[in-house]
């Protein structure tokens, strides 16, 4: 099939230089934007440049992946390193944070640059995390057999070849301590070419060598969904992969409980289970995206009541300064206030035995 050799031709055929999108689009690149796409370049593959087009300028699509203005506005401060990932580099391309599952990162190349992205003062500088030296990762997971699992992530990690991934499976395989694989990417909407035969035979093939393999799709609304990247995750849902989904809360482009709604409804239809809803990072560059905590809580707290509990995902924060993942609907002590707020929105009071307290 041609379809097997196709992506890596849709990948180095993305549009990277500014002049050539903007000349693509039809639409006018002011100083103001060519000086963005300096300090964060563009990326983007032909056919999302083709739908963002047909989608215009004001489009999610268009917000989600076009410079504008305020991503150099010295007024939204934001951080380098959002959650602050660096202090838990433990061996080359691992960060070993939580017990018993560690990030890989095999690769800070992404099949699109995202506008809003934590990563986004990193991708594109020669950063160490990222260097090789891949014997010396594998020590490290011997000597912690606490680690479980192995997340795959990035950069996107679906950007290296079969070959590569098949290379690096193997060696994970041959650790008797991990029996997890996890991949989180972008590809499957974004560039839905690369879920090829050679990949899903490659899934296949080490099905049997861990307990699990997961693929978390990154996506934020329905209107990144057409009939090509359909079929791709139907192709990924039909494996033996599990497939979850991972969505940034994201200003402008879904932050209300209906937008929300319609993506849920779609990873529903697609036989994705929902997993991770991110609060943004406070990135710099992307602070625009930003919107308060008081703010998500109150549009993930309207998701409870139209979603069922199976569907309705993880509404997760990544405290600055590296103090971890936590659910984004934390009480903010673990002493008990009385009061619960209910699937309706009312505050609630419980009352507890005295002698239980
Ligand atoms: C999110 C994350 C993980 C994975 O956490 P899960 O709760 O297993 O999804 C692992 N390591 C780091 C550093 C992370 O940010
Ligand atoms: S795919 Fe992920 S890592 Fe890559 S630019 Fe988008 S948000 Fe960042």
Redesign the pocket.
Known sequence: MVESQSWTNSFSTSFKNIHELYRFLDWELTPALEKVAKTYPV?IPRRLAEKIKVQGPQSVLAREFLPIESELDPDFKGLEDPIGDKTYHKAPQLIHRYESRALFTPTTI?????R?????NE?NVADEIFQQDFVETIAYLKAHPEVSEIIF????PLTLSNDKLEKYLTAFSEVSSIKDIRF???YPV?LPERIDDGFLALMEKFKSRFRTITLAI?ANHVDEFDEINRQAIKKLTSSSMQILSQT?LLKGINDSTEVLLNLYQEFISLKIRPYYLHHPDQVKGGMHFYLPLRQGREIYHGLRKLIPGWALPHYVIDIPGGHGKISAMNPESTTFSGQLISKDGELVSIQEPDFFI
Not at 116 to 120: D, G, L, S
Not at 153 to 156: A, I, L, S
């Open positions: 990326f992404c099949p699109v640059h995202c809003y992205c934590f990563r986004k991708l992530t990035g950069g996107d989180h990417s972008r974004i990154h940034v």
